[in-house]
C-alpha cells in the first residue's frame, strides 16, 4: 500500500508526521511518545519535516511546540520536492549520456558504420520505424525499384503506417521521394492510405520521378542512411550504410533538391495511372 515512504519521508518522519496530526500540536516529548519515535531521534526528525515544509514550529512557545500542515498541503510540498528531484535526475542522466556518447563516438574509426540487415519483411519494417522515430525535424525517405526491389514493400509500410502518423502528430516535415514504377505498383489500399495522410497534413509530400537509382534516408539533415542491395539477388537488401558526415549529407542533399522540384506529385502520378 503506498505511504508517505513512497513520496521520500523516512520511517521515523512519516510516524512522527501522523503522530503530530494526531496530535493537533505538541512538544518532542509529546510527538516521540505519541508516534514511537526514539526521543534520541525525535529532534533531527522533526528538523527534517520543518526543512520538507510540512511541520512548523509555533512562535515563543517553550517548550518548543510543533504543528503539522494540513495533509492536502503536505502531500502538494512533497510531491513538488519530487517531481524537482526527477527533472534533476533527467537532467543528470542527459549530461551523461550526452559525454558518454561523446566518448563512444570519439572511438569510432569513421563518420559512417554498416550495418547488416536479416533480410526479411519485419528487419526491413524495423529499419522504416527506426528513422521515422529517429526524425525531430525533418525526413527524407527514398524508394526504388532497386537496392531490396519490391521486396515486400506493400507489408512493410502497411505495418509501418502508423509510426509515420505518429511522426507526423509529432510536427516532423516528411518528404517521400518514390520511383515512377514503384508508385506504379503500389496496392490500392496503400495508395488511399497515403493519400488520406497526404490531405490530413501540410508537412507531408509524397513525389514520383524516374531518376533515382538507389534507396536512402536523410534524417533532421545531419544523417543519411543508404541501403545497400545484395549484387546478386536485386530483391534483397545486405543492410545500410549510416553517414553523419555533414559534407556527405550536403552534397547528397544539393542533388536531391533539383530532382524533387522537377518531380511530379503523387496525386497527378495516381491520376495519370487511374
Request: include cysteine; charged fraction near 25%.
Amino acid at each position: 500500500m503506498p505511504s508517505l515512504r513512497d513520496l521520500g519521508l523516512s520511517s521515523y518522519e512519516e510516524k512522527a508526521y501522523r503522530g503530530l496530526l494526531t496530535l493537533g500540536s505538541g512538544t518532542a516529548e509529546e510527538i516521540s511518545e505519541a508516534s514511537d519515535v526514539p526521543m534520541g531521534r525525535i529532534y533531527d526528525v522533526l528538523s527534517s519535516l520543518e526543512s520538507q515544509n510540512i511541520v512548523r514550529r509555533k512562535p515563543d512557545h517553550h517548550p518548543r511546540t510543533y504543528v503539522a500542515v494540513e495533509p492536502n498541503r503536505a502531500i502538494d510540498r512533497l510531491l513538488t520536492a519530487r517531481t524537482r528531484d526527477l527533472q534533476r535526475q533527467q537532467t543528470q542522466y542527459e549530461t551523461i549520456a550526452a559525454e558518454v556518447l561523446g566518448r563512444l563516438e570519439s572511438t569510432a574509426p569513421m563518420e559512417s558504420h554498416f550495418w547488416p540487415a536479416t533480410v526479411g519483411q519485419d528487419e526491413i519494417a524495423e529499419l522504416l520505424a527506426d528513422r521515422l522515430d529517429a526524425a525531430t525535424d525533418s525526413l527524407i525517405i527514398t524508394a526504388t525499384t532497386n537496392a531490396g526491389g519490391l521486396f515486400g514493400f506493400e507489408e512493410v509500410y502497411e505495418r509501418t503506417i502508423d509510426r509515420l502518423a505518429e511522426t507526423l502528430d509529432r510536427g516532423v516535415n516528411v518528404r517521400f521521394f518514390f520511383t515512377e514504377r514503384l508508385v506504379d505498383e503500389m496496392p490500392d489500399s496503400l495508395v488511399a492510405e497515403l493519400d488520406r495522410l497526404l490531405d490530413a497534413h501540410v508537412d507531408f509530400e509524397l513525389r514520383t520521378t524516374a531518376t533515382l537509382y538507389n534507396t536512402y534516408d536523410v534524417v533532421d539533415e545531419k544523417n543519411i542512411c543508404v541501403y545497400v542491395a545484395n549484387p546478386f539477388d536485386r530483391n534483397m537488401i545486405l543492410g545500410t550504410i549510416e553517414v553523419s558526415n555533414e559534407r556527405m549529407v550536403r552534397t547528397v542533399q544539393d542533388q536531391w533538391q533539383p530532382q524533387w522540384e522537377a518531380a511530379t506529385s503523387f496525386s497527378e502520378r495516381v491520376s495519370d495511372h487511374q
